[in-house]
């Protein structure tokens, strides 16, 4: 089983900062990619940003030169450092994680909990 602990979501105003931080913890092989995700009210669920299974990152076009993600492989962490926030950046906040629990099973998907990002104009 595989968990997805997200922390660091809170209320703050345009132009602040915020980290997220999503830890992974349980028993698995191998994370393969971990990322961002986020959901406002009445739209879908969105890609942010991740990191692929070969190391490269994706960002999407709306927080490109304002969000960064980075990761601690050793704590199996993925954090958001989200910089001049926006109004438009208000959501819940999802880390995910494909993760192949054992060599032989297929790698499957996980989410968080989710932590809401408020973002006051």
């Known amino acids: 089983q595989v968990q997805l602990v997200e922390s660091g979501g809170g209320l703050v105003q345009t132009g602040d900062s915020l980290r997220l931080s999503c830890a992974a913890s349980?028993?698995?092989?191998?994370?393969?990619?971990m990322g961002w995700y986020r959901q406002a009210p009445g739209k879908q669920r969105e890609l942010v940003a991740n990191?692929?299974?070969?190391?490269?990152?994706n960002y999407a076009d709306s927080v490109k030169g304002r969000f960064t993600i980075s990761r601690d492989n050793a704590k199996n962490t993925v954090y958001l450092q989200m910089n001049r926030v926006k109004p438009e950046d208000t959501a819940v906040y999802y880390c995910?994680?494909?993760?192949?629990?054992?060599?032989?099973?297929?790698?499957?998907?996980?989410w968080g909990q989710g932590t809401q990002v408020t973002v006051s104009s």
């Open positions: 995910k994680a494909r993760v192949l629990v054992t060599p032989i099973l297929p790698e499957g998907d996980y």
């Open positions: 349980g028993s698995f092989w191998r994370i393969n990619l």
């Open positions: 990191f692929t299974s070969g190391g490269s990152t």
